[in-house]
């Protein structure tokens, strides 16, 4: 999973997002079926301009998770999608919107979606 873009504008947020990211993270590495690269080596990537397929074939993987988070006041948009590297083409794809206040919520159901997706392919 690439770190999760903040789109909200405001540079204060950016904890909010690597926080988002850091998380997801750590539930997607809970799924022994996945191979989830740890939140200090995709880092690298944040805001970075690099192709998809060489980022996978960096982090010898053949799919990747990338996304967004926007925060305004209380409500959380976070939008991911499972991006399959050689050829490049998405594979899924989907927004979450909800009260900041069930952040914990938001982060389990995205990463039981991205299981989910990921099992199916």
Do not use: C
Request: hydrophobic share 40%.
């Amino acid at each position: 999973m690439l770190p999760l873009a903040n789109l909200s504008g405001d540079p204060a947020q950016e904890y909010f997002a690597d926080g988002m990211t850091e998380a997801l993270i750590t539930q997607l590495a809970q799924i022994g079926a996945l191979r989830v690269i740890s939140s200090t080596s995709v880092a690298q990537y944040k805001n970075g301009k690099k192709p998809l397929p060489l980022i996978a074939r960096e982090l010898n993987v053949e799919g990747i998770v990338e996304g967004s988070v926007l925060r305004f006041g209380r409500e959380v948009r976070i939008t991911a999608q499972l991006i399959q590297a050689v050829p490049e083409r998405h594979l899924w794809a989907k927004s979450y919107d909800r009260d900041v206040r069930d952040v914990l919520g938001i982060q389990s159901e995205v990463a039981r979606s991205v299981v989910e997706e990921s099992e199916s392919r």
